[in-house]
């Protein structure tokens, strides 16, 4: 009985999280046809509905919703108990799925994973990249690495880096517009302005100096978009001046696509960090993760790159 309702709970789990019969049988192994089996088979236990099914959506219904809200931490926890003790006491094993955003993950992220399954063969880090902000919980990752998630009692962070904000431009918009002395000058330029996903409000120009001084600036919109990398290349294909924060700017600086404005003033962000859950049981696999990317990300440099120089 225990078999077959774990079969019927990792199903419906899978399911919910993915939203698709066919990306949970992916995740599981399984066909699709059987993980929608065991969806069927446990709601006829329960006697309850729990997804809204048609042919291009899985949504869970409202007794879905309250079972995977009750369900899908406990069940996780009990996965990785069990797994600890099938693999040996305390041995990191298992999928580890981590939320992180696009560039911040392909750049610094990605690079440091092969070094990581050698120390960790047994454990398998599922990637899902996107730059909104997840809840952890509630979504069943792991671990996510980005900055602003808001903490509560059932989250801890781990700071990976300080990050700042940088003013910066192709040189071919530098030949034709001359670049500003002083933040004053910077209304006479067109810039990209960026949109909080969080707020749907425009970023302001808040700059500052080494001496202290701080300024609103402003410039002329040429763009507005809510994605820091989609600005990074517009920025670079001569578009305008851009605010970004150094993890982007780095690569196009490196390349010559970007080149510093302003290079005195800069802003602050919230730092990069990387979240977990705060439960007393933190599994194996999660511990050795967080530690080694705290680790790797200082003994790279990418910390201190991402500081105002």
Known sequence: ????????????????????????????????????????RLELRLGVRLFQRSTRSLALTTDGERLYAQVRLPWSEIGDALTDLSQG?????????????????????????AEFTRRYPDVVPDLHFDNRQVD?????????IGGGIELTDALVARELARVDIILAASPAYLKASPAPSQPQELARHRGLLRRSLATGRLA??????????????????????DDPEAIARAAAGG??????????????????????????????????????????????????FVDYMIEQFRASGHAERFRQQ
């Open 239 to 288: 578009m305008g001046i851009a605010m970004l924060p150094l993890p982007h700017a780095l690569p196009l600086l490196d390349s010559g696509e970007l080149v510093r404005v302003l290079p005195e003033w800069y802003a602050e962000i919230r730092p990069l960090s990387i979240y977990y859950s705060s439960r007393k049981l933190v599994p194996a696999k999660v511990r050795v």
């Open 89 to 113: 006491a305390g041995k990191p094993a298992g999928t580890l799925k981590v939320s992180l955003a696009h560039t911040v993950g392909r750049h610094y992220i990605v690079p440091l994973l």
């Open 136 to 144: 952890l919980i509630a979504e069943g990752f792991d671990v996510a």
């Open 204 to 225: 302001a120009w808040t700059l500052k100096n080494k001496a202290g001084q701080e300024v609103v600036a402003s410039v002329r919109p040429v763009a507005v978009m």
């Open 1 to 40: 009985m225990f078999t077959e309702l774990s079969s019927y709970l990792d199903a419906f789990i899978a399911a919910a999280d993915e939203g698709s019969f066919s990306a949970a049988a992916r995740r599981l192994g399984l066909t699709p046809a059987a993980v929608s089996k065991s969806v069927n």
